[in-house]
T-cell receptor, first 112, second 114 residues
Framework: DVKVTQSSRYLVKRTGEKVFLECVQDMDHENMFWYRQDPGLGLRLIYFSYDVKMKEKGDIPEGYSVSREKKERFSLILESASTNQTSMYLC???????????FGPGTRLTVT | AQSVTQPDIHITVSEGASLELRCNYSYGATPYLFWYVQSPGQGLQLLLKYFSGDTLVQGIKGFEAEFKRSQSSFNLRKPSVHWSDAAEYFC????????????FGKGTLLTVNP
């Protein structure tokens, strides 16, 4: 079974802090994704990576950056956390083909 | 650009009743189609997928979905709902090729009454 793990289930940070969210997958997938999920807005893609050190902006990249130094690990970085970044963050991975994505359990981030 | 519409934001059914969740997509060619389920506080779990072939696909937990090209639909069904099926359900589409992204619908929240 594909396993995608995320470093924290719950996280509380203060405004202005630098926040790291880590995601690890164990299926040698090429693609990895970061989403945020908010009530009424569904899933919105922040960034994705299709190879080590390669990344592309998703629909809402502002205020975020990412890092992929190893194939199995994809990090989401909030350079200076703000209260409007309070959300559920979901990581996913997929092979090049077929295209289904496998999701981690999510990190509920609260910025106060 | 492709899009996915789930017309029902919230559906309530009684335990044991049948269920149909609607999904419509907008895309020129035949897309790759998926249904995911999300239990409260959890990540998304893949229920089933359609790539080609038989338009009725079977998934996990007793779910099935039917692809209807003429209606651009991919509706999810279950003959008899269990209380544990209460969750949020997402339909998603992929256009294939080198496009890496899935496009998700906004989800349908299912409540199951005892």
């Amino acid at each position: 079974d594909v396993k995608v793990t995320q470093s924290s289930r719950y996280l509380v940070k203060r405004t202005g802090e630098k926040v790291f969210l880590e995601c690890v997958q164990d299926m040698d997938h090429e693609n990895m994704f970061w989403y945020r999920q908010d009530p009424g807005l569904g899933l919105r893609l922040i960034y994705f990576s299709y190879d080590v050190k390669m990344k592309e902006k998703g629909d809402i990249p502002e205020g975020y950056s990412v890092s992929r130094e190893k194939k199995e690990r994809f990090s989401l970085i909030l350079e200076s956390a703000s209260t409007n970044q309070t959300s559920m963050y979901l990581c996913a991975s997929s092979a090049v083909s077929p295209y289904e994505q496998y999701f981690g359990p999510g990190t509920r981030l609260t910025v106060t | 650009a492709q899009s996915v519409t789930q017309p029902d934001i919230h559906i309530t059914v009684s335990e044991g009743a049948s269920l149909e969740l609607r999904c419509n997509y907008s895309y020129g060619a035949t897309p790759y189609l998926f249904w995911y389920v999300q239990s409260p506080g959890q990540g998304l779990q893949l229920l089933l997928k359609y790539f080609s072939g038989d338009t009725l696909v079977q998934g996990i937990k007793g779910f099935e979905a039917e692809f209807k090209r003429s209606q651009s639909s991919f509706n999810l069904r279950k003959p008899s709902v269990h209380w544990s099926d209460a969750a949020e359900y997402f339909c998603a589409v992929h256009s294939g090729g080198s496009n890496y992204k899935l496009t998700f619908g906004k989800g349908t929240l299912l409540t199951v009454n005892p």
